[in-house]
């Protein structure tokens, strides 16, 4: 008989532990068994999967490479969904929502705002000339990012011409290259109107987001309302309506003409380092905590579902 897991994690153990041991100080009080699949164990975890000598019945994946087909745990992720086993989020649902360049229709489609792009194909590269009409449409400087990056690699956010684009390729090759108008937020209460908004299973949660310094701290339930923050919530809904995404995050901006422009699409695999080990980067700690809650119970709803 496998031996069977009811929750396990896919995890780099790059950042602090609170999130992990939130999770699994959850996990036993839902009563599921809990397996942290850390680099250590990935190789023989897959080995073990493979050849059904272990199963699982839910997998949170915070950490696997959707740009690179051979990376270990992207692997995983694709074995552990080809063993039907229930994936937070499944690898189609995730890449189609990861990938900049195939989700940016779309959310214009739905009447998201986003900045207004140029594309520009991994083979255009080379060769690309802005036209004066698509210099006007940016302005300068303007902002280039991979469509499949993260973590601001490759990233350029001040960018005036092709050889930006090519140094871009250069660090981080991919399928898709965005140029894009450079956002300016509003300004409010002399911070800028930022925000990383938090979704999971269905739950919301607003953070000011300080662009410029990786700064967060929670909105709170007077500042939404004193500020009209209501659309963040709308536009999530949409995104995890649109993607059927159940776990992720979204940079959404207000700038002065009133306008909520969601800036970075979806971010999966969020990063859950916390506040108190990282003050100036770090996710504040009571949101870690509850998110990690949320995702438990959220898993304990799947398998039970999966049961009926």
Not at 28 to 45: C, G, S, T, Y
């Amino acid at each position: 008989m496998p031996r069977v897991y009811d929750f396990v994690m896919t995890h780099k153990l790059d950042a602090d532990d609170l999130f992990i041991h939130c999770i699994q100080r959850n996990c036993a009080k839902a009563r599921l068994n809990f397996f942290l699949i850390e680099p250590l164990w990935v190789e023989r975890f897959a080995d073990c999967l493979e050849r059904d000598e272990i199963s699982c019945r839910v997998l949170l994946n915070m950490h696997s490479e959707h740009h690179q087909p051979n990376e270990v745990y992207h692997k995983l992720v694709r074995l552990a969904a080809k063993k039907n086993v229930l994936i937070i989020d499944p690898p189609d649902v995730a890449q189609a929502a990861f990938d900049k360049a195939r989700l940016h229709p779309r959310l214009i489609a739905s009447g998201i705002h986003v900045p207004h792009t140029i594309f520009v194909t991994k083979d255009q590269v080379p060769q690309f000339k802005l036209s004066d009409a698509e210099r006007e449409f940016l302005g300068v400087p303007f902002v280039i990012k991979p469509a499949m990056g993260y973590g601001r690699k490759g990233v350029i956010m001040d960018a005036t011409g092709e050889e930006h684009l090519k140094r871009s390729a250069e660090t981080w090759p991919d399928a898709h290259y965005l140029l894009q108008r450079r956002i300016v937020p509003r300004e409010l209460n002399g911070s800028p109107a930022y925000f990383r908004v938090f979704y999971a299973f269905d739950a919301i949660w607003y953070t000011w987001w300080n662009c410029y310094t990786d700064k967060y701290r929670i909105v709170t339930p007077q500042e939404a309302i004193t500020f009209g923050l209501k659309p963040l919530e709308e536009i999530m809904r949409q995104i995890a309506g649109l993607t059927g995404m159940k776990f992720f995050s979204s940079e959404i901006t207000l700038v002065e003409s009133g306008e909520f422009i969601v800036i970075d699409y979806v971010n999966d695999q969020c990063h859950m380092g916390s506040q108190s080990a990282d003050p100036q980067r770090g996710v504040p700690d009571e949101l870690v905590r509850a998110i990690a809650t949320k995702l438990v119970s959220g898993a304990r709803q799947m398998i039970d579902s999966q049961r009926r």
